[in-house]
């Protein structure tokens, strides 16, 4: 069995319940008031959202930073970077712990990918593993790498929540809308988590010709449900292909520190001592399955190995599992 404690932590949790029983019930409160407010806020998002004329593009190919496994040459994390390309022009999808790491400024010169090549920038969501790490995250704020920053300034950044941009000029996401190359934004749709609170992510959405939509998520926390239901209201396109993080840490969670599997505690919209299991994974895969999509690329920065397993094994469409240096065409 594996824990989400290592139990040599249990006797040090026992002598810190005076402290941490309180918190946790403040906590607990919060979080079943923030499910109430993320359903309303979904809800409005949703019905308010009116079809966007989607720009239909030739071609759209993906070239992944940032990922938990990579191939031979190349560094990886529990974290997301995707860049992707399509005959309109080009956008990057999150920096992993961008800077405080050395993976994210590793793997896009070993990809070849300038900060010249770059059109903008979108960040899903203010996690470590997609907004440039714990600092970040904590500070709300974008920040690239010194190596970057300098040819950055007059491009824009996309985030789904207020926050500062260090080096890009800042765009804040409010509704569905056209980023760059023809990609479009869902627009922030919201999940409540016990310990980040209130989590605003955007999707991405892209159109392409002769084949349908493509929907890619950072970590899918508004649920993947929930990300179809918007991307069915804006356009009535059939979707081709899903991609992205789903947030499966199921048995077991990515970048464990010092006994803690935090993936399993902190990002699953659950509370603490709750754990999602296979049963969730089917609700998922029944999900994907149901809009008949052709392809799904699975992310195992948030995903285990196990979950990864269920996903194969249970979905219809040819799938794939993302890793870093990889190219993958539409």
Known sequence: MSYKINPLLWPALILSTPVTM???????????????LAAKYNEKQIKEASKIQLQEVEYAELKVIVEY???????????????????????????GFGASTNVFENNLKALDIHSDDIDALAISH??????????????????????????????????PEKGNVISMKSNYIKKPQELSGGIVST????????????TQEQ?????????????????????????????RKISDIPIYAIGGGLHF??????????????????GTGKKPWESINREDIQRTIKAINECEVKKVFLSPHDTCDYALEVFKEGLKA?????KAGESYSF
């Open 22 to 36: 309180p918190m946790l019930f403040m906590k607990n409160k919060k979080f079943i008031q923030n499910q109430e």
């Open 69 to 95: 496994y990579a191939k031979q040459g190349y560094k990886g994390e529990p974290g997301v970077s995707y860049f992707f390309t399509t005959n309109k022009g080009n956008l990057l999808y999150d920096i």
């Open 126 to 159: 203010f996690h470590p593993d997609h907004c440039g790490g714990m600092k970040a995250s904590k500070g709300r704020y974008i920040k690239l790498p010194k190596t970057m920053s300098n040819k950055m300034k007059e491009k824009t950044c996309y985030v």
């Open 187 to 198: 627009g922030p749709l919201a999940r409540s988590l016990f310990f980040y609170g209130l």
């Open 203 to 231: 999707a991405l959405v892209i159109n392409i010709k002769d084949k349908g939509l493509v929907i890619f998520t950072g970590c899918g926390h508004p649920t993947i449900e929930i990300i179809i239901d918007m991307v």
């Open 249 to 266: 840490p199921v048995k077991k969670g990515r970048g464990n520190y010092i006994g803690v599997q935090a993936q399993r505690i902190i």
């Open 318 to 322: 040819k799938t794939y599992v993302l």
